[in-house]
């Protein structure tokens, strides 16, 4: 095999693997914003960020949830951490 076609077999299971990773995530935070009846919402994926429209009165409160539901949504083999990062920002180029 060639390293490019090594490199497209990683990729492509790499990705199938994240998107697996970022639905679970996402049903995790909405069943955790339903118990709270959050104002803050999930409004939408790009890729591996989630995007949220966080009241500022709910910010330090959600932050926490969102965090444990990214680092905990799917144990990894050989107790390999899920590390997860958390931006914020008025808009999403901010948040970056």
């Known amino acids: 095999m060639t390293p490019q076609t090594l490199r497209l077999l990683f990729n492509d299971w790499g990705w ?3 998107r697996h990773w970022v639905k679970l ?3 995790k935070i909405h069943v955790e914003f339903s118990k709270h009846n959050f104002k803050s919402k999930m409004l939408l994926q790009v890729h591996d960020e989630l995007v949220f429209d966080a009241h500022r009165s709910e910010i330090e409160i959600i932050k926490p949830i969102i965090l444990n539901c990214m680092q905990t949504a799917l144990a990894l083999p050989n107790d390999v951490p899920t590390d997860a990062e958390l931006d914020m920002g008025d808009n999403w180029l901010e948040a970056h």
């Open 25 to 27: 995530v996402m049903i």
């Open 16 to 18: 199938e693997h994240l």
